[in-house]
């Protein structure tokens, strides 16, 4: 900062204005500070924020000095970057919008023992009068000065692009020279995990919001030009790791989620729905939606405003990746979903589509009414649930689709917290449509998915809580051996062990899981116990005949092993 004098009378101005208002200490090393006029916002600068400020000062007890108001030109300069004294680092950061005060700078904030001769002497305390005009955000996106950000013009809302998203902006990228690189004034789209141009763009796109401008300084490898984005001579032109200068606009974007995990379906948001609430399995939807090909073929057409189609989600009415897309959707909201033809597997038109053939559905969810929450359901209500998805899971087993068979067992297990002993052991085996006509909807109870408080039981509650419990864990454990999930299989068998000590299809299922994991001993113990009980299983026998085998061939295995190993060593 240059040191230009000032009238005596503006040094006295300053002194006589402020000399009533209250002073506070800003940090500790003396920097003190009079509020003259009070700022219009709760927002300040950060370091590297470029600021404009008016301001006019005099050393305490000495001379004036410089003031931007009598050359009627803001003075502007990026905080914390040690472009100014500390004392003004320090001082600038607290201000607001507007905001006009007095800061007192000692000598250790400012020119220290040196002083800045001719005009301020050693160990100098100086005063100023600072007016906040404005500030221009800049931010070091990449923590190595890489990509220095400067938001031109704010935009709307606080949502950000993510990758993936769909983004349309306008840019105008320039070498250091000056050199026009590249630009696009009718705007470009792209994904921003995919990137454009250079690396910069799209680390850039992701700090702005819907219609902000700014301008990237770009160096480093952050300004490498992609190849292929440009024309071949003016990508011949550009020297590798070019410093660059980018005008860039985010004019719009659209929310693109990974449905599933390895991103086989995915779902463009063209509009948003309302409010957070989304189906969930079993929920009644109303859909209008249009399937089509790469081409643009339309394959599959459902539902109009005035007629929409209606299905039960989860339940195989609809292209399972389509489904899975409609159940991340709010009410009113449309979007775009791509889904890799895998999921068309055994419908008519999957034979007719080439290998990794990507499916393209334009939907919009109309209204959805979810499937009645179990905490609201009465006791008989209760059961009624859990014997249907039990139901349910028996049809998609008998189908082969174990995995969604073993999610209906999950959600129809009764799992009741606190099990008491039950009188009538015998009353396990009361069928549900005998149970269902007793007077059940004066009691409830707890379960895994259904049940969320402890309250007392009747017996009979019991009795068939148990039962639907330990009929769901063994055909989850029998869905799990399917998908070769031994560990789980396992797991569940011993749940019903612990409930059925004596459960003979427990221990034969538990004893196939140890016998995939080549847990020999206990695959044993299993088949003798479950022949102790019931002597005559033909499925237990034959798994005790496969178990011997797999014992014998282990012992071959095992003398031939250590026969080589004394071989070796003699």
């Excluded at 992701?206 to 001579?233: C, H, W």
């Excluded at 449509?433 to 895994?448: G, M, R």
């Excluded at 003798?528 to 011997?548: C, G, W």
Aim: hydrophobic share 35%; proline share 4%.
């Amino acid at each position: 900062m240059e040191h230009l004098s000032l009238s005596s009378s503006l040094q006295n101005e300053i002194q006589t204005d402020n000399s009533g208002l209250p002073e506070k200490k800003i940090g500790s090393q003396g920097l003190r500070k009079k509020i003259v006029t009070k700022g219009l916002s709760w927002q300040t600068p950060f370091p590297g924020d470029e600021v404009e400020v008016h301001f006019n000062g005099y050393i305490e007890g000495g001379a004036s000095l410089e003031s931007s108001r009598d050359k009627e030109v803001p003075f502007k300069f990026k905080l914390g970057q040690g472009e100014v004294i500390k004392g003004w680092d320090e001082g600038v950061a607290t201000m607001k919008s507007g905001e006009r005060a007095v800061f007192t700078v000692p000598p250790n904030l400012a020119y220290g023992e040196a002083g800045s001769p001719p005009l301020i002497p050693p160990n100098a305390t100086l005063v100023f009068d600072i007016e906040m005009l404005s500030w221009i955000s800049i931010r070091d996106l990449t923590g190595d000065g890489g990509i220095l950000k400067k938001i031109i013009m704010e935009g709307e809302g606080w949502a950000t692009p993510r990758d993936g998203d769909e983004v349309l902006v306008k840019h105008e990228t320039r070498l250091e020279t000056g050199m026009l690189v590249s630009k696009s004034e009718e705007g470009v789209e792209f994904h921003v995990g995919d990137g454009y141009l250079c690396p910069a763009l799209s680390r850039g796109v992701k700090t702005m919001r819907k219609g902000e401008k700014a301008e990237l300084a770009v160096r480093l490898s952050y300004g490498f030009i992609q190849k292929g984005n440009l024309a071949p001579d003016i990508e011949s032109n550009i020297p590798p790791d070019s410093s660059l200068t980018i005008q860039l606009e985010l004019v719009s974007w659209r929310s693109v989620t990974a449905v599933t995990d390895d991103k086989k379906v995915l779902k463009k948001i063209v509009k948003a729905g309302e409010g957070f609430d989304r189906p969930t399995e079993g929920s009644h939807v109303k859909v209008t939606y249009v399937g089509k090909l790469g081409d643009g073929t339309v394959f599959d057409r459902k539902g109009t405003d005035g007629e929409p189609f209606e299905f039960i989600t989860s339940e195989e009415q609809v292209n399972e990746g389509l489904d899975m897309a409609i159940m991340t959707m709010k009410k009113g909201e449309r979007a775009t979903v791509t889904v890799d033809a895998e999921f068309l597997h055994g419908r008519d038109i999957s034979g007719k589509l080439p290998a990794n053939s990507l499916l393209h559905y334009e939907v919009e969810l109309l209204d959805f009414i979810k499937e009645k929450p179990f905490w609201k359901m009465d006791t008989l209500e209760k059961f009624e649930a859990s014997e249907r998805k039990k139901l349910d899971g028996n049809v998609l087993f008998k189908a082969g689709k174990f995995w969604r068979a073993s999610k209906k067992y999950d959600k129809a297990s009764l799992k009741p917290m606190k099990l008491r002993k039950i009188q009538s052991p015998l009353k396990i085996l009361q069928p549900f449509s005998v149970f269902k006509q007793q007077n059940l909807h004066k009691h409830k109870f707890q379960a895994t998915e259904y049940i969320e408080f402890d309250h007392s039981f009747t017996d009979d509650e019991m009795c068939l809580a148990k039962s639907l419990r330990l009929s769901c864990h063994l055909n989850n454990a029998a869905c799990k051996l399917k998908s070769g999930e031994y560990l789980e299989a396992s797991r569940l068998c011993t749940k019903v062990l612990d409930l059925d000590p004596l459960n003979v299809k427990a221990l034969f299922r538990r004893s196939q899981a140890y016998l995939k994991t080549s847990e020999l001993e206990k695959a044993e113990a299993d088949i003798k116990k479950a022949l102790a009980i019931d002597p005559n299983n033909r499925e237990v026998k034959l798994e005790y005949m496969e178990l011997k085998e797999k014992q014998r061939k282990y012992n071959k295995y095992q003398a031939e092993l250590f026969s080589t190993m004394v071989s070796k060593m003699s």
